[in-house]
C-alpha cells in the first residue's frame, strides 16, 4: 500500500505560479510511477501529468504544457507539480496518483490516489 497527501494548494490570481507536493509513505516512491490529475467543479477527472520512476520520461497534458513541470525526489519520496503562468480554467481539485507505469498512471490502471488538494486561479 501507498499512501499519497498532498499539499501547496490555494488561491491565486491569474498569471501566478504554485507549487503543489505529494508525500509518500508506506512503499519506497522510486517504485512507482507518479502523476497529477485534477478534478473541476461538474467535470471529470483528468490527467495532468505523469513522471516515470527514474525521471527520465514526463508527459503532459495539452492544456498545461510549458506551464507546469513535474519533478520528484525520490531520497525524500517526495514528488512536486510546479504551476507557473495559471489560469482561472485550471482552478480544480488536484490529486497525486501513483501506478505501476507512466501509461498505468495516464490512464487510471490501479492507481493509488491522494485525498486532493484545492486551487483556485481568480481572473
Known amino acids: 500500500q501507498v499512501q499519497l497527501v498532498e499539499s501547496g494548494g490555494g488561491l491565486v490570481q491569474a498569471g501566478g505560479s504554485l507549487r503543489l507536493s505529494c508525500a509518500a509513505s508506506?512503499?519506497?516512491?522510486?517504485?512507482?510511477?507518479m502523476g497529477w490529475f485534477r478534478q473541476a467543479p461538474g467535470k471529470e477527472r483528468e490527467f495532468v501529468t505523469t513522471?516515470?520512476?527514474?525521471?527520465?520520461?514526463?508527459y503532459y497534458a495539452d492544456s498545461v504544457k510549458g506551464r507546469f513541470t513535474i519533478s520528484r525526489d525520490n531520497a525524500k519520496n517526495t514528488v512536486y507539480l510546479q504551476m507557473n503562468s495559471l489560469k482561472p480554467e485550471d482552478t480544480a481539485v488536484y490529486y497525486c496518483?501513483?501506478?505501476?507505469?507512466?501509461?498505468?498512471?495516464?490512464?487510471?490502471?490501479?492507481?493509488?490516489w491522494g485525498q486532493g488538494t484545492q486551487v483556485t486561479v481568480s481572473s
Open positions: 496518483a501513483a501506478g505501476a507505469s507512466t501509461r498505468a498512471v495516464r490512464t487510471g490502471t490501479g492507481n493509488y
Open positions: 513522471i516515470r520512476w527514474s525521471a527520465d520520461s514526463t
Open positions: 508506506g512503499r519506497t516512491l522510486s517504485n512507482y510511477a
